[in-house]
Protein backbone atom coordinates (compact mmCIF):
# COMPACT_ATOMS: atom_id res chain seq x y z
CA UNK A 1 0.00 0.00 0.00
CA UNK A 2 1.10 3.57 -0.56
CA UNK A 3 2.01 5.66 1.67
CA UNK A 4 -0.41 8.72 2.93
CA UNK A 5 1.19 12.07 0.95
CA UNK A 6 1.59 14.15 4.19
CA UNK A 7 3.83 11.22 5.09
CA UNK A 8 6.37 11.37 2.09
CA UNK A 9 9.65 13.25 1.18
CA UNK A 10 9.61 15.28 -1.38
CA UNK A 11 11.07 13.37 -3.90
CA UNK A 12 8.68 10.44 -2.84
CA UNK A 13 6.03 13.23 -3.60
CA UNK A 14 7.23 13.92 -7.65
CA UNK A 15 7.36 10.56 -8.02
CA UNK A 16 4.01 9.48 -7.10
CA UNK A 17 2.64 13.09 -8.33
CA UNK A 18 4.26 12.12 -11.61
CA UNK A 19 2.98 8.91 -11.97
CA UNK A 20 -0.61 10.11 -11.02
CA UNK A 21 -0.27 12.96 -13.60
CA UNK A 22 -3.41 12.17 -15.44
CA UNK A 23 -5.79 11.90 -12.77
CA UNK A 24 -4.43 15.66 -11.88
CA UNK A 25 -5.57 17.06 -15.72
CA UNK A 26 -8.54 14.69 -15.91
CA UNK A 27 -9.45 16.20 -12.85
CA UNK A 28 -9.06 19.84 -14.00
CA UNK A 29 -10.09 18.97 -17.45
CA UNK A 30 -13.46 17.85 -15.90
CA UNK A 31 -14.18 20.85 -13.59
CA UNK A 32 -13.80 22.86 -16.66
CA UNK A 33 -16.12 20.94 -18.96
CA UNK A 34 -18.73 21.18 -16.39
CA UNK A 35 -18.61 24.94 -15.82
CA UNK A 36 -18.87 25.19 -19.73
CA UNK A 37 -21.95 23.02 -18.98
CA UNK A 38 -23.26 24.94 -16.57
CA UNK A 39 -23.22 28.06 -18.95
CA UNK A 40 -24.76 27.03 -21.63
CA UNK A 41 -27.42 25.04 -19.98
CA UNK A 42 -28.19 26.89 -17.05
CA UNK A 43 -27.89 30.78 -18.18
CA UNK A 44 -31.21 31.64 -17.22
CA UNK A 45 -30.35 31.02 -13.12
CA UNK A 46 -27.66 33.34 -12.56
CA UNK A 47 -27.04 36.65 -12.46
CA UNK A 48 -24.98 38.75 -14.52
CA UNK A 49 -22.45 38.74 -12.02
CA UNK A 50 -22.61 35.01 -11.46
CA UNK A 51 -22.05 34.71 -15.45
CA UNK A 52 -19.07 36.82 -15.17
CA UNK A 53 -17.66 34.54 -12.45
CA UNK A 54 -18.02 31.62 -14.47
CA UNK A 55 -16.43 32.80 -17.53
CA UNK A 56 -13.73 33.86 -14.93
CA UNK A 57 -13.39 31.06 -14.01
CA UNK A 58 -13.09 28.74 -16.97
CA UNK A 59 -10.54 30.60 -18.15
CA UNK A 60 -8.49 30.04 -15.34
CA UNK A 61 -9.01 26.43 -14.97
CA UNK A 62 -8.03 26.88 -18.87
CA UNK A 63 -4.57 28.40 -17.89
CA UNK A 64 -3.93 25.70 -15.03
CA UNK A 65 -4.62 22.69 -17.31
CA UNK A 66 -2.17 24.27 -20.06
CA UNK A 67 0.59 25.05 -17.20
CA UNK A 68 0.02 21.38 -15.94
CA UNK A 69 0.01 19.79 -19.26
CA UNK A 70 3.41 21.58 -20.27
CA UNK A 71 5.11 21.04 -16.59
CA UNK A 72 4.13 17.07 -16.96
CA UNK A 73 5.78 16.98 -20.40
CA UNK A 74 8.80 19.14 -19.82
CA UNK A 75 11.15 19.12 -17.08
CA UNK A 76 8.69 18.83 -14.04
CA UNK A 77 8.74 22.08 -11.87
CA UNK A 78 7.64 20.62 -8.60
CA UNK A 79 6.64 24.69 -6.90
CA UNK A 80 4.93 25.21 -9.87
CA UNK A 81 2.21 22.57 -10.08
CA UNK A 82 1.69 23.07 -6.15
CA UNK A 83 1.11 26.47 -7.20
CA UNK A 84 -1.22 25.36 -9.95
CA UNK A 85 -3.09 22.94 -7.59
CA UNK A 86 -3.30 25.24 -4.93
CA UNK A 87 -5.03 27.89 -7.58
CA UNK A 88 -7.10 24.99 -8.80
CA UNK A 89 -9.04 23.73 -5.70
CA UNK A 90 -9.52 27.86 -4.77
CA UNK A 91 -11.38 28.33 -7.65
CA UNK A 92 -12.98 24.50 -7.33
CA UNK A 93 -14.03 25.83 -3.67
CA UNK A 94 -15.55 29.46 -5.16
CA UNK A 95 -18.06 27.30 -7.08
CA UNK A 96 -20.09 26.33 -4.26
CA UNK A 97 -22.50 28.86 -4.91
CA UNK A 98 -22.83 27.60 -8.35
CA UNK A 99 -22.77 23.96 -8.13
CA UNK A 100 -25.86 24.76 -5.03
CA UNK A 101 -27.79 26.93 -7.21
CA UNK A 102 -27.95 24.38 -9.92
CA UNK A 103 -28.36 21.41 -7.49
CA UNK A 104 -31.34 23.20 -6.31
CA UNK A 105 -33.34 24.09 -9.41
CA UNK A 106 -32.75 20.58 -10.59
CA UNK A 107 -34.12 18.66 -7.59
CA UNK A 108 -37.89 17.41 -7.46
CA UNK A 109 -40.53 18.45 -4.91
CA UNK A 110 -42.49 15.55 -3.35
CA UNK A 111 -46.00 17.04 -5.27
CA UNK A 112 -43.98 17.01 -8.54
CA UNK A 113 -43.09 13.50 -8.22
CA UNK A 114 -45.03 11.25 -10.25
CA UNK A 115 -44.42 7.59 -10.96
CA UNK A 116 -41.95 6.63 -13.96
CA UNK A 117 -41.38 10.22 -14.50
CA UNK A 118 -37.64 11.86 -14.24
CA UNK A 119 -37.19 12.91 -10.89
CA UNK A 120 -33.55 14.00 -8.98
CA UNK A 121 -33.71 13.20 -5.11
CA UNK A 122 -30.94 14.31 -2.30
CA UNK A 123 -31.79 11.00 0.30
CA UNK A 124 -29.43 10.13 3.19
CA UNK A 125 -29.89 6.40 4.74
CA UNK A 126 -29.64 6.30 8.27
CA UNK A 127 -27.12 4.12 9.24
CA UNK A 128 -24.87 3.68 12.59
CA UNK A 129 -22.02 4.67 11.06
CA UNK A 130 -20.78 8.62 11.27
CA UNK A 131 -22.75 11.24 9.35
CA UNK A 132 -26.07 10.13 10.35
CA UNK A 133 -28.95 12.87 9.93
CA UNK A 134 -30.95 10.69 12.58
CA UNK A 135 -28.19 11.69 14.77
CA UNK A 136 -28.99 15.40 15.61
CA UNK A 137 -25.31 15.71 17.76
CA UNK A 138 -23.46 15.00 14.72
CA UNK A 139 -22.47 18.14 12.51
CA UNK A 140 -22.89 16.90 9.24
CA UNK A 141 -24.83 14.54 7.28
CA UNK A 142 -24.04 12.47 4.34
CA UNK A 143 -26.31 12.19 1.51
CA UNK A 144 -26.78 11.08 -2.13
CA UNK A 145 -27.93 12.30 -5.04
CA UNK A 146 -30.42 9.27 -6.42
CA UNK A 147 -32.04 10.63 -10.60
CA UNK A 148 -34.49 7.91 -12.11
CA UNK A 149 -31.23 7.09 -14.36
CA UNK A 150 -29.01 6.42 -10.81
CA UNK A 151 -30.38 4.94 -8.34
CA UNK A 152 -27.33 3.38 -6.03
CA UNK A 153 -27.43 4.10 -1.82
CA UNK A 154 -24.86 3.91 0.25
CA UNK A 155 -25.88 0.71 2.44
CA UNK A 156 -24.09 -1.55 5.23
CA UNK A 157 -27.32 -3.44 6.02
CA UNK A 158 -29.88 -0.78 7.13
CA UNK A 159 -32.04 -0.97 3.96
CA UNK A 160 -32.86 0.76 0.94
CA UNK A 161 -35.03 3.81 2.22
CA UNK A 162 -34.24 6.59 4.20
CA UNK A 163 -34.71 10.36 4.48
CA UNK A 164 -35.82 12.82 1.56
CA UNK A 165 -33.94 16.17 2.64
CA UNK A 166 -34.10 19.71 1.62
CA UNK A 167 -31.67 22.61 2.79
CA UNK A 168 -30.15 26.27 1.88
CA UNK A 169 -27.11 27.39 0.68
CA UNK A 170 -25.18 27.59 4.10
CA UNK A 171 -25.79 23.32 4.69
CA UNK A 172 -24.20 22.23 1.32
CA UNK A 173 -20.26 21.82 1.60
CA UNK A 174 -19.04 19.76 -0.90
CA UNK A 175 -20.52 17.11 -3.61
CA UNK A 176 -18.68 14.20 -5.55
CA UNK A 177 -19.30 11.50 -7.86
CA UNK A 178 -18.23 8.84 -5.44
CA UNK A 179 -18.06 8.25 -1.31
CA UNK A 180 -15.30 11.07 -0.50
CA UNK A 181 -13.99 9.21 2.28
CA UNK A 182 -14.30 12.52 4.19
CA UNK A 183 -13.10 13.21 7.86
CA UNK A 184 -14.93 15.92 10.03
CA UNK A 185 -12.41 18.22 12.22
CA UNK A 186 -13.44 21.36 14.81
CA UNK A 187 -11.95 24.23 13.03
CA UNK A 188 -9.27 25.24 15.47
CA UNK A 189 -8.08 21.94 15.61
CA UNK A 190 -7.21 21.75 11.38
CA UNK A 191 -4.17 22.73 10.33
CA UNK A 192 -3.35 20.67 7.16
CA UNK A 193 -4.04 23.33 4.45
CA UNK A 194 -2.01 21.90 1.84
CA UNK A 195 -2.88 21.83 -1.28
CA UNK A 196 -3.54 18.18 -1.82
CA UNK A 197 -5.88 18.26 0.74
CA UNK A 198 -9.11 19.24 -0.32
CA UNK A 199 -10.97 20.75 2.50
CA UNK A 200 -14.37 22.45 2.93
CA UNK A 201 -14.80 24.83 5.41
CA UNK A 202 -18.16 25.13 7.31
CA UNK A 203 -19.20 27.06 10.41
CA UNK A 204 -16.95 25.96 13.13
CA UNK A 205 -15.86 22.68 11.13
CA UNK A 206 -13.92 21.77 8.28
CA UNK A 207 -14.55 18.74 6.39
CA UNK A 208 -11.96 17.16 4.25
CA UNK A 209 -11.73 14.30 1.78
CA UNK A 210 -9.29 11.26 1.69
CA UNK A 211 -5.47 12.65 1.62
CA UNK A 212 -3.81 9.79 -0.32
CA UNK A 213 -3.38 10.87 -3.05
CA UNK A 214 -4.46 7.57 -5.06
CA UNK A 215 -7.78 7.97 -4.08
CA UNK A 216 -8.32 11.31 -4.40
CA UNK A 217 -11.59 12.18 -5.65
CA UNK A 218 -12.13 13.76 -9.51
CA UNK A 219 -14.13 16.37 -8.67
CA UNK A 220 -15.67 17.80 -5.05
CA UNK A 221 -18.15 20.23 -6.72
CA UNK A 222 -20.06 18.25 -9.07
CA UNK A 223 -23.84 19.37 -10.47
CA UNK A 224 -26.69 16.52 -10.57
CA UNK A 225 -26.29 16.32 -15.15
CA UNK A 226 -22.72 15.20 -14.04
CA UNK A 227 -23.04 12.80 -11.15
CA UNK A 228 -25.55 10.55 -12.63
CA UNK A 229 -23.64 10.40 -15.79
CA UNK A 230 -20.89 9.20 -13.82
CA UNK A 231 -22.59 7.00 -11.69
CA UNK A 232 -24.87 5.51 -14.61
CA UNK A 233 -21.55 4.44 -16.79
CA UNK A 234 -20.29 3.09 -14.14
CA UNK A 235 -22.90 0.79 -12.87
CA UNK A 236 -22.83 -0.58 -16.50
CA UNK A 237 -19.16 -1.02 -16.32
CA UNK A 238 -19.22 -3.16 -12.75
CA UNK A 239 -23.08 -4.59 -12.96
CA UNK A 240 -23.35 -4.81 -16.83
CA UNK A 241 -26.65 -2.39 -17.29
CA UNK A 242 -28.27 0.87 -15.71
CA UNK A 243 -30.25 0.52 -12.86
CA UNK A 244 -28.59 -2.90 -11.57
CA UNK A 245 -26.90 -3.16 -8.39
CA UNK A 246 -26.25 -7.20 -8.16
CA UNK A 247 -22.51 -6.70 -8.02
CA UNK A 248 -22.43 -3.73 -6.01
CA UNK A 249 -24.49 -0.18 -5.25
CA UNK A 250 -22.26 2.37 -7.29
CA UNK A 251 -23.09 5.81 -5.71
CA UNK A 252 -21.95 9.40 -5.22
CA UNK A 253 -21.72 11.69 -1.96
CA UNK A 254 -22.86 14.87 -0.92
CA UNK A 255 -21.56 16.69 2.90
CA UNK A 256 -24.63 19.02 4.61
CA UNK A 257 -24.33 20.81 7.45
CA UNK A 258 -26.47 19.61 9.73
CA UNK A 259 -28.42 22.34 11.51
CA UNK A 260 -31.93 23.43 11.31
CA UNK A 261 -32.02 24.57 7.67
CA UNK A 262 -31.57 20.87 7.08
CA UNK A 263 -34.91 19.66 6.53
CA UNK A 264 -36.25 15.73 6.49
CA UNK A 265 -39.21 16.16 4.13
CA UNK A 266 -39.96 13.00 3.22
CA UNK A 267 -39.10 8.94 3.59
CA UNK A 268 -38.27 7.00 0.17
CA UNK A 269 -38.28 3.41 -0.11
CA UNK A 270 -36.78 1.73 -3.37
CA UNK A 271 -38.37 -1.38 -4.55
CA UNK A 272 -38.95 -3.60 -7.27
CA UNK A 273 -42.40 -3.36 -7.40
CA UNK A 274 -42.53 -6.01 -4.79
CA UNK A 275 -43.98 -3.80 -2.07
CA UNK A 276 -46.37 -6.49 -0.85
CA UNK A 277 -43.47 -8.81 0.09
CA UNK A 278 -40.67 -6.41 0.47
CA UNK A 279 -39.23 -5.68 4.23
CA UNK A 280 -37.83 -2.41 3.67
CA UNK A 281 -40.83 -1.23 2.56
CA UNK A 282 -42.95 -2.18 5.90
CA UNK A 283 -39.83 -0.03 7.57
CA UNK A 284 -40.21 2.26 5.37
CA UNK A 285 -43.46 2.55 6.08
CA UNK A 286 -43.59 2.65 9.66
CA UNK A 287 -40.43 5.67 9.86
CA UNK A 288 -42.86 7.84 7.73
CA UNK A 289 -45.74 7.39 9.95
CA UNK A 290 -43.74 8.05 13.02
CA UNK A 291 -42.49 11.06 11.72
CA UNK A 292 -45.27 12.40 10.34
CA UNK A 293 -43.70 12.35 6.90
CA UNK A 294 -45.20 11.30 3.01
CA UNK A 295 -43.66 7.76 2.38
CA UNK A 296 -42.44 7.79 -1.72
CA UNK A 297 -41.98 4.22 -3.31
CA UNK A 298 -39.22 4.06 -6.04
CA UNK A 299 -40.06 1.13 -8.78
CA UNK A 300 -37.10 0.56 -10.07
CA UNK A 301 -38.22 -1.98 -12.31
CA UNK A 302 -40.77 0.26 -13.90
CA UNK A 303 -37.63 2.57 -14.44
CA UNK A 304 -35.78 -0.26 -15.83
CA UNK A 305 -38.80 -1.24 -18.07
CA UNK A 306 -38.98 2.50 -19.44
CA UNK A 307 -35.73 2.30 -20.79
CA UNK A 308 -36.20 -1.46 -22.59
CA UNK A 309 -34.34 -3.69 -19.86
CA UNK A 310 -36.35 -6.34 -18.28
CA UNK A 311 -38.12 -5.25 -14.92
CA UNK A 312 -35.93 -7.42 -12.69
CA UNK A 313 -32.53 -8.80 -12.50
CA UNK A 314 -31.02 -12.19 -12.36
CA UNK A 315 -30.70 -11.55 -8.57
CA UNK A 316 -33.76 -9.82 -8.40
CA UNK A 317 -35.72 -12.64 -9.64
CA UNK A 318 -34.77 -14.54 -7.11
CA UNK A 319 -35.19 -12.25 -4.52
CA UNK A 320 -38.42 -11.76 -5.23
CA UNK A 321 -39.50 -15.59 -5.88
CA UNK A 322 -37.80 -15.98 -2.08
CA UNK A 323 -39.60 -13.14 -0.60
CA UNK A 324 -43.20 -13.77 -2.11
CA UNK A 325 -42.38 -17.30 -1.09
CA UNK A 326 -41.60 -16.44 2.82
CA UNK A 327 -45.01 -14.52 2.57
CA UNK A 328 -47.13 -17.16 1.58
CA UNK A 329 -45.36 -20.10 3.71
CA UNK A 330 -45.70 -17.79 7.17
CA UNK A 331 -49.72 -18.10 7.00
CA UNK A 332 -51.45 -21.97 6.81
CA UNK A 333 -54.19 -20.57 5.26
CA UNK A 334 -52.44 -18.51 2.65
CA UNK A 335 -49.88 -21.67 2.17
CA UNK A 336 -53.24 -23.84 1.35
CA UNK A 337 -54.41 -21.34 -1.09
CA UNK A 338 -51.02 -21.20 -3.51
CA UNK A 339 -50.78 -24.91 -3.02
CA UNK A 340 -54.41 -25.28 -4.47
CA UNK A 341 -53.59 -23.22 -7.37
CA UNK A 342 -50.40 -24.11 -8.17
CA UNK A 343 -51.80 -28.22 -8.51
CA UNK A 344 -54.81 -26.45 -10.58
CA UNK A 345 -52.12 -25.00 -12.89
CA UNK A 346 -49.70 -27.81 -12.88
CA UNK A 347 -52.60 -30.01 -14.00
CA UNK A 348 -53.92 -28.08 -16.98
CA UNK A 349 -50.17 -26.88 -17.76
CA UNK A 350 -49.28 -31.01 -18.07
CA UNK A 351 -52.23 -31.99 -20.34
CA UNK A 352 -50.33 -29.55 -22.91
CA UNK A 353 -47.08 -31.50 -22.20
CA UNK A 354 -45.86 -28.14 -20.28
CA UNK A 355 -44.37 -28.24 -16.58
CA UNK A 356 -45.27 -25.42 -14.73
CA UNK A 357 -43.54 -24.34 -11.56
CA UNK A 358 -43.88 -22.40 -7.98
CA UNK A 359 -41.33 -20.45 -9.31
CA UNK A 360 -43.64 -19.01 -12.32
CA UNK A 361 -46.87 -18.65 -9.54
CA UNK A 362 -44.59 -16.98 -7.49
CA UNK A 363 -43.53 -14.35 -10.19
CA UNK A 364 -46.91 -14.26 -11.28
CA UNK A 365 -48.32 -13.12 -8.38
CA UNK A 366 -45.21 -10.35 -7.82
CA UNK A 367 -46.76 -9.58 -11.59
CA UNK A 368 -50.06 -9.30 -10.99
CA UNK A 369 -49.81 -7.41 -7.69
CA UNK A 370 -46.83 -4.58 -8.77
CA UNK A 371 -49.09 -1.96 -9.58
CA UNK A 372 -51.32 -2.30 -6.38
CA UNK A 373 -52.32 0.70 -4.43
CA UNK A 374 -52.66 -0.54 -0.79
CA UNK A 375 -50.37 -3.11 0.87
CA UNK A 376 -52.78 -6.57 0.48
CA UNK A 377 -53.69 -8.89 4.23
CA UNK A 378 -52.84 -11.93 4.44
CA UNK A 379 -56.91 -12.68 4.01
CA UNK A 380 -56.94 -10.12 0.51
CA UNK A 381 -53.44 -11.92 -0.37
CA UNK A 382 -55.49 -15.21 -0.08
CA UNK A 383 -58.46 -13.69 -2.02
CA UNK A 384 -56.20 -12.85 -4.58
CA UNK A 385 -54.69 -16.22 -5.05
CA UNK A 386 -58.08 -17.82 -4.79
CA UNK A 387 -59.26 -15.46 -7.75
CA UNK A 388 -56.35 -16.48 -10.10
CA UNK A 389 -57.90 -17.26 -13.42
CA UNK A 390 -56.87 -19.83 -15.43
CA UNK A 391 -58.72 -19.77 -18.95
CA UNK A 392 -56.35 -19.57 -22.02
CA UNK A 393 -56.01 -16.14 -22.16
CA UNK A 394 -54.49 -16.73 -18.34
CA UNK A 395 -52.40 -18.90 -20.01
CA UNK A 396 -50.96 -17.23 -22.91
CA UNK A 397 -50.22 -14.03 -20.54
CA UNK A 398 -48.17 -16.19 -18.10
CA UNK A 399 -46.22 -17.71 -21.19
CA UNK A 400 -45.41 -13.69 -22.52
CA UNK A 401 -44.57 -12.84 -18.83
CA UNK A 402 -42.27 -15.95 -18.49
CA UNK A 403 -40.61 -14.88 -21.61
CA UNK A 404 -40.26 -11.46 -21.21
CA UNK A 405 -38.68 -12.26 -17.19
CA UNK A 406 -37.22 -15.42 -17.42
CA UNK A 407 -35.21 -15.41 -20.54
CA UNK A 408 -32.60 -12.76 -19.48
CA UNK A 409 -33.30 -12.48 -15.95
CA UNK A 410 -32.75 -16.99 -15.45
CA UNK A 411 -30.49 -17.29 -12.68
CA UNK A 412 -27.46 -18.94 -13.47
CA UNK A 413 -26.07 -21.89 -11.55
Not at 34 to 53: A, P, T
Not at 100 to 119: A, H, I
Not at 127 to 153: H, Q, W
Not at 183 to 201: G, I, R, V
Request: aromatic share 12%; glycine share 4%.
Amino acid sequence: MEKFYSDMTDDEKKKTILKYQDKYIKKVQVLFNMLNYVFYNYHDIFCEEELCKLTETCENLNQILQSLIHNFKGDFDFTKFQKDMFEFVHLEKSMRNISYKVLKYEMTKLNQFSPKQGFVFVVHVPTEGTNNASDENIAVTSATLITDKSMGLFDDGYGKFGYILDFDMENFIVSSTADLFSSLYPQEEYNHEDYYLQFYKSGSYVVDTDDELFQMSEVCIAIPHYMEQVNANTTIEVNGELLNYDKGEIFNEIILLNNDKLKKVGVFVRTVGDKNFNSDYLKAKQLADEKGLRLLEIDKSVYRQKIGLTPLTSSETRTVVNHVARRIKKDPELYASFQEKYKELSHIYAHQYKKYTPRELCLKIYNDLRESDHLLTDQELCQYIHSINVDNQFKQENQNQSSVNFAVSHPSK
